[in-house]
C-alpha cells in the first residue's frame, strides 16, 4: 500500500484499487481472514479483514511484523536500455534477489528505440513489476524504478554512492569480489550504506564510456572471464554482493 494508506500507528486500514480487485476477486477473501499489508516503506502487519466491501476492503490490525527481509545495503541497478522484454527480467528477478531500485538509462550502443511519448506508460508497467516480485519474495519495500536517465544523469548518480560500480567485460585489473571486499574494509558496506551497479547494454559500454565513468567516480570492475548478457549481469553482480555481505 502507498505510505500513507498504511502509516505507523494506524490501526486500521482501508484497501482499494487493485489491491482490493486481488482480494475480493482473486483470492475472494473472506471478513475474519488474515492478510499481510506493508507500505513498502517502513511496515508490515498482519491484518484481519473486517468489512469486505464490491471495491474496498477494510481490515484491522492484528500483528506487527519485524521488517527483516531488507537487506541494510541498498543497491541501486543501473541498466543501460535493453531490447525486447529484458528489463523486465532485469527488475523481476533484481527485486527478488533485494535491489533497492532500478535505473534504466541510455549510453551510447543502446540499440533499442527510445520513446519518450510511451515512457510514463512503460514506467508504471516495471514499478508494477517490482511490486508484485516485491509481495511474491516477501520483501518489506517495493524497489523505485526511475524513469530513463540519460548517460550525464547516470554519471552523477555516482556521486550519491557510498560505492559506485561499472560493470566493464574487458576489465582485467578488477574483480568485483575484491571490489567488494575493500568496500567492506572501508566502511562503505556498512548498514544504510547505497551502492551503484551500472551494467551496459547488448553491445557494452565503450572505452569513451568506462573514461568517463571512472572520472565520475565510479570503478570499473569485472563479473569473471565469462561475458554474460545484459539481463544476466545484474542479476549475478546483485548476488555476488549479497554473497558477500551475507544478505
Ligand atoms: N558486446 C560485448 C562483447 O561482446 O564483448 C559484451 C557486452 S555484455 C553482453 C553486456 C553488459 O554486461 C556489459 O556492458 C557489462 O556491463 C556486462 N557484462 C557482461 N559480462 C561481463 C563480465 N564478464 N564482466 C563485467 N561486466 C560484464
Redesign the pocket.
Known sequence: LPPGQFPAGANQVTIEGDDAHHLIRVMRSEVGDKVICSNGVDREAVVRITVLDKHEVTAEVVEELALTAEPSVQVWVAQ?LPKGDKMETVIQKGTEIGAARFLPFLSERTVVQYDAKKEAKRTDRWQKIAKEAAEQAHRNRVPQVDSVLSWKQLLSLAQEADAAW????K?DGQQLKPAIQAAAAEGKLAPGSRVLL????????TEQEIKQAEEAGFRS??????????E??ALVGLTCLFYETGE
Open positions: 543501460s561499472i560493470c566493464y567485460e576489465e551500472a551494467v551496459g547494454p547488448e553491445g557494452g559500454f570492475v569485472s563479473l569473471g572471464a565469462r561475458i554474460l548478457r545484459t544476466t549481469a
